[in-house]
């Protein structure tokens, strides 16, 4: 069970001795994802950025002295909050401009700033929904499908899984079985009615997934998954 002080903005729970999983859990639930901290022997992976209401940085237990690779998943406010907190930034090169612009027809910010309840309490008490930006966060290297982010003792393949946005990627580790699957997969109802989603283009992706030899996924919300619940959620879509 994890136990969040009165005074904490992020919950955390300790997935394995070197996988961190963080979220928010003042936020509404809708916007309430995951942030995965993964130490290697060589850098520290840093996936999905919350919605940038407290830093996120330093609520981070980095490895000093280790560079910091961070990548967002696709680029819905929900994941990019706190991207621009960090130096080394990596997405997938279709959100390219969306990731530099931060603009909310791409982000959908303003499907939280619009919202009620959009918090349970605010970051500071002089919070108010109707101010809130994104800052921007210009990628310094563009992902694509194949690619590696290479942490020493962990590779993880980039998956470009597009449908419920246009550069949606998974990470892969193919040894470990390690599965990042940011909001192409994850237990809770899927999204493929906003803008820049395609249902066409999700199905095939969804064909993929339930192909996909993993032992674990983490998905951009909820709790993890093992390979058989992947498959079934990816079925269930296919056949609804």
Same mark, same amino acid.
């Given at each position: 069970?994890?136990?969040?002080?009165?005074? *904490?903005?992020?919950?955390? &729970?300790?997935?394995?001795? +070197?996988?961190?999983?963080?979220?928010? @859990?003042?936020?509404? *639930?809708?916007?309430?994802? $995951?942030?995965?901290?993964?130490?290697?022997?060589?850098? +520290?992976?840093?996936?999905?950025?919350?919605?940038?209401?407290?830093?996120?940085?330093?609520?981070?237990?980095?490895? &000093?002295?280790? @560079?910091?690779?961070?990548?967002?998943?696709?680029?819905? #406010?929900?994941?990019?909050?706190?991207?621009?907190?960090? &130096?080394?930034?990596?997405?997938? #090169?279709? &959100?390219?401009?969306?990731?530099?612009?931060?603009?909310?027809?791409?982000?959908?910010?303003?499907?939280?700033?619009?919202?009620?309840?959009?918090?349970?309490?605010?970051?500071?008490?002089?919070?108010?929904?109707?101010?809130?930006?994104?800052?921007?966060?210009? /990628?310094?290297?563009?992902?694509?499908?194949?690619?590696?982010?290479?942490?020493? $003792? #962990?590779?993880?393949?980039?998956?470009? /899984?597009?449908?419920?946005? @246009?550069?949606?990627?998974?990470?892969?580790?193919?040894?470990?079985?390690?599965?990042?699957?940011?909001?192409?997969?994850?237990?809770?109802?899927?999204? +493929?009615?906003?803008?820049?989603?395609?249902?066409?283009?999700?199905?095939?992706?969804?064909?993929?997934?339930?192909?996909?030899?993993? *032992? #674990?996924?983490?998905?951009?919300?909820?709790?993890?998954?093992?390979? *058989?619940?992947?498959?079934?959620?990816?079925?269930?879509?296919?056949?609804?």
């Amino acid at each position: 069970m994890t136990v969040v002080p009165p005074t *904490a903005w992020f919950a955390r &729970e300790s997935l394995t001795p +070197d996988l961190t999983r963080l979220w928010e @859990p003042c936020v509404h *639930a809708f916007f309430q994802a $995951n942030i995965f901290h993964l130490r290697g022997r060589d850098a +520290d992976l840093v996936l999905d950025f919350g919605m940038g209401l407290s830093s996120l940085r330093g609520a981070l237990e980095l490895t &000093e002295g280790k @560079p910091v690779l961070a990548v967002a998943s696709h680029g819905h #406010v929900d994941h990019v909050g706190s991207f621009h907190e960090f &130096e080394q930034r990596f997405g997938h #090169v279709a &959100e390219q401009a969306a990731f530099a612009e931060m603009r909310d027809d791409d982000t959908l910010a303003s499907l939280f700033r619009d919202m009620d309840g959009a918090v349970t309490r605010p970051p500071v008490p002089s919070w108010q929904a109707a101010d809130y930006r994104l800052d921007p966060a210009p /990628l310094t290297a563009c992902l694509a499908e194949g690619d590696t982010i290479d942490l020493g $003792n #962990v590779r993880l393949r980039v998956l470009h /899984l597009p449908g419920h946005s @246009p550069g949606s990627i998974g990470l892969l580790d193919e040894q470990g079985g390690l599965f990042f699957s940011g909001d192409a997969i994850y237990r809770g109802g899927l999204v +493929d009615d906003v803008p820049g989603a395609d249902k066409i283009v999700y199905r095939r992706t969804m064909e993929r997934l339930a192909r996909l030899d993993i *032992a #674990v996924a983490h998905g951009g919300h909820g709790d993890s998954m093992d390979r *058989a619940a992947m498959q079934a959620i990816a079925l269930d879509y296919l056949r609804d």
